[in-house]
């Protein structure tokens, strides 16, 4: 059971990236999925989690209006479209499954993680 983050990289203020999340080993379509970030120094974060069929969405506070998170349960993927961008959104992200009916965001929920991909934004 493997899930990849790709999408990271270096833009500038006010600019967007996508994430993607690729899912292999395991079909993730009855599963909550989400995205974290860590920062140097910091402890991981919450960003952005969604319901197995796509209905709910959650958001922290500093990301809502800017990110938007999707996925697609044919392809076994997930995505995080980011836009606007702040160099405080500088981090490694992560994405994971939970085995869950509801959408946890707290990263103890989740049973499942990928690798992170680095976003950072230059001022």
């Known amino acids: 059971v493997q899930l990849q983050a790709f999408g990271g990289g270096l833009v500038q203020a006010g600019g967007s990236l996508r994430l993607s999340c690729a899912a292999s080993?395991?079909?993730?379509?009855?599963?909550?999925m989400g995205w974290f970030r860590q920062a140097p120094g910091k402890e991981r974060e919450f960003v952005a989690a969604?319901?197995?069929?796509?209905?709910?969405?959650y958001y922290t506070d500093s990301v809502k209006g800017r990110f938007t998170i999707s996925r697609d349960n044919v392809k076994n993927t997930m995505a995080l479209q980011m836009n606007s961008l702040k160099p405080e959104d500088t981090a490694a992200y992560y994405c994971?499954?939970?085995?869950?009916?509801?959408?946890?965001?707290?990263?103890?929920?989740?049973?499942?993680w990928g690798r992170g991909t680095q976003v950072t934004v230059s001022s």
């Open positions: 080993g395991r079909t993730f379509s009855s599963d909550a």
């Open positions: 969604i319901s197995w069929s796509g209905s709910t969405t």
């Open positions: 994971a499954a939970a085995r869950s009916s509801g959408v946890p965001t707290t990263a103890r929920a989740y049973n499942y």
